[in-house]
């Protein structure tokens, strides 16, 4: 059923990761896939190009169909394939409510971890300022604190939404694995670890473990840069 989907990724995108933890849900593996070399612009390939003009990864077609976007492609999967493999969007109007708050908030947690962990990255040199990194990881910071507040208030043991695993899962956990692996602090962030613990032993996500963090799962892997959060 899987052999007319393709995939385009990189290993440290957490937007690919996130629609390869939705096809392992819906038990769609034996898809067509392709790594590719994100600091050797091989998004910017013909390849990639011919699907997504937009040179990002992931890009994702199923026969005709080209959906790109990563929350996209998640929700595209989960409709089309509604009966099969994990249902992930749940039944109660509370449940959807709840989990279409936090997986569209997963997109600023997103936004703002890339603002800390790949400013070095995308900012020149001669452009970076500390008021600027400063302004980024207490941004960052405050929005963590949220995260960790949901998780207060909730049973010990629940997903994103409730107690049933869902698309907000899908979409957000992967920011939450990148937190810890560039520094963040178990000990500050106890209940969004005990999420990441029990997230990361979930099939799916054994599964799709980014591949340059299999030899050493705790080590950060972009250096200590949440350390302080």
């Excluded at 990724?9 to 629609?19: L, Q, Y």
């Excluded at 043991?157 to 957000?172: I, N, R, T």
Aim: hydrophobic letters at 35%; charged letters at 25%.
């Amino acid at each position: 059923m899987a052999n007319n989907m393709t995939l385009l990724w990189c290993t440290f995108s957490v937007p690919c990761w996130r629609v390869m933890i939705a096809l392992e849900e819906k038990m769609l593996q034996g898809y067509n896939q392709t790594l590719l070399d994100f600091d050797k612009e091989e998004h910017k390939s013909t390849i990639v190009m011919d699907l997504n003009p937009r040179a990002q990864l992931p890009t994702f077609k199923h026969g005709d169909c080209i959906v790109n976007e990563s929350y996209g492609a998640c929700m595209y999967l989960e409709n089309q394939f509604r009966s099969q493999g994990t249902q992930m969007i749940p039944e109660g109007l509370a449940e959807q409510a709840l989990m279409y708050q936090r997986m569209f908030e997963g997109q600023t947690f997103y936004e703002k971890l890339s603002d800390v962990v790949y400013y070095e990255y995308y900012v020149p040199r001669g452009e970076r300022h500390d008021s600027a990194i400063k302004r980024n990881k207490d941004n960052l910071a405050i929005e963590i604190q949220l995260w960790e507040g949901y998780f207060q208030k909730m049973e010990a043991g629940s997903y994103l939404a409730g107690k049933a695993f869902s698309l907000a899962d899908v979409l957000v956990f992967p920011t939450i694995a990148y937190s810890f692996r560039s520094g963040l602090s178990a000990e500050s962030y106890p209940k969004l670890r005990a999420y990441y613990s029990m997230m990361k032993d979930r099939p799916s996500v054994k599964t799709t473990w980014p591949p340059h963090w299999l030899e050493d799962q705790e080590k950060p892997q972009w250096g200590d840069f949440l350390k302080e959060l």
